[in-house]
Nanobody, 115 residues
Framework: QVQLVESGGGLVQPGGSLRLSCAASTSISSFSSMGWYRQAPGKQRELVAL???????NYADSVKGRFTISRDNTKNTVYLQMNSLKPEDTAVYYCKAVRFGLQTWGQGTQVTVSS
């Protein structure tokens, strides 16, 4: 069974940066896609960024130009570089992997943007 472990969350001031990591317990080269989602209090979970095995990417409009998703197959890790953070980016960020049609979620990491 695949396990995903997120890290890198924390408290940051508006305009600051964070890099989230999602480490998989197995090779990610067989994952058709990996993505970052977030859920703010009282809101539905939403897609933030997605990267396919071909390294095609997709971003939510709200983060385009500020966030960058990448994957390092040698480290079995997907990253989310978040720049120019805003208070509205505050949420729990989850990593999701899809392999052979099955989805696996991480436990989430809290990101809080506040002065």
């Amino acid at each position: 069974q695949v396990q995903l472990v997120e890290s890198g969350g924390g408290l940051v001031q508006p305009g600051g940066s964070l890099r989230l990591s999602c480490a998989a317990s197995t090779s990610i080269s067989s994952f058709s896609s990996m993505g970052w989602y977030r859920q703010a209090p009282g809101k539905q979970r939403e897609l933030v960024a997605l990267i396919t095995s071909e390294r095609n990417t997709n971003y939510a409009d709200s983060v385009k130009g500020r966030f960058t998703i990448s994957r390092d197959n040698t480290k079995n890790t997907v990253y989310l570089q978040m720049n120019s953070l805003k208070p509205e980016d505050t949420a729990v960020y989850y990593c999701k992997a899809v392999r052979f049609g099955l989805q696996t979620w991480g436990q989430g990491t809290q990101v809080t943007v506040s002065s």
